[in-house]
């Protein structure tokens, strides 16, 4: 315990020396190095891959009549509505996975290893972000697939990019969020748990799934500032129509608060965890 003690000042003051150069260099090598991980344990995409199969299979054939006949359509209306919002649930639920594998990595000893070098101390934290920006891709890719298998129609490309672009932000945002707590919990299942109590609400209480007019006026106040609902009803501007300037500044003003005032806190969480 002295010996981590006394090597912790140390490294810190390292990592206040590293120039911008040095790391980019340090981020990109750990992301080859996560992505090369991924490479010898396919299984750890199945939740990429089957997630949003399951999902969108799930609403537009379990819920799509029902729902689409409220949006005065059937199950075709219904597929056009929660698409978009599927890629805002995408962003939110593939950050959790970056706070549960950032805790495997405590708990194995990798970390200890990373902290030990004289390396940044954000670059670790950026390389995690940016592979599971990877990974959310990857699901936004099979979505999309599944969707036009399923009858979506992508009436703008530049939207479906921008759309991406925002659900990239915001996603990268929470992200931080999902770091912090894998660095303060003891386990991943304890990571996941509380992930679960943050996301579960969130998507539910939004309107991903489901118009907000005719939930309760307690649940629409919850929706009007759910940062979930503005980057679904700017996704659906975007890819098939609508107002798209308020939702699309709402959300990037939340990437921007929540980033601001979490990527900090997890640098300095890791930065000082013994």
């Known amino acids: ?85 599927m890629l805002a649930m995408m962003s939110m639920t593939m950050s959790q996975g970056v706070g549960t594998g950032f805790s495997q990595d405590f708990n194995s000893g990798v970390m200890d290893r990373f902290r030990s070098l004289p390396i940044g101390r954000g670059s670790v934290l950026f390389a995690k972000i940016g592979v599971e920006l990877v990974r959310m891709l990857f699901a936004t890719v099979v979505l999309m697939i599944v969707a036009v298998l399923v009858g979506f129609h992508i009436t703008s490309w530049s939207g479906l990019l921008a759309t991406v672009g925002l659900s990239t932000l915001f996603a990268s945002s929470i992200m931080w969020v999902f770091l912090t707590l894998g660095v303060v919990m003891k386990s991943a299942q304890s990571v996941q748990a509380m992930g679960f109590l943050v996301l579960f609400p969130l998507q539910f209480g939004s309107s991903i799934f489901a118009p907000t007019k005719s939930m309760p006026g307690w649940l629409q106040a919850f929706t009007d500032y759910n940062p979930l609902s503005t980057l679904a009803d700017a996704a659906r501007g975007l890819m098939v129509g609508g107002p798209v300037t308020h939702d699309l500044w709402v959300t990037v003003g939340w990437s921007v608060a929540i980033t601001a005032v979490m990527a900090p806190v997890a640098i300095h969480k890791f930065r000082t965890k013994s």
């Open 1 to 85: 315990m002295s010996t981590a003690n006394a090597t912790m000042p140390a490294v810190t003051t390292a990592d206040s020396r590293i120039t911008l150069r040095g790391h980019l260099r340090h981020t990109g090598a750990l992301i080859r190095r996560n992505l090369l991980w991924i490479k010898q344990d396919p299984e750890s995409m199945f939740d990429a891959l089957l997630m949003p199969i399951i999902f969108t299979l799930l609403f537009v054939f379990v819920f799509g009549g029902s729902i689409g006949k409220a949006l005065g359509g059937g199950q075709d209306q219904y597929v056009q509505y929660v698409i978009p919002g």
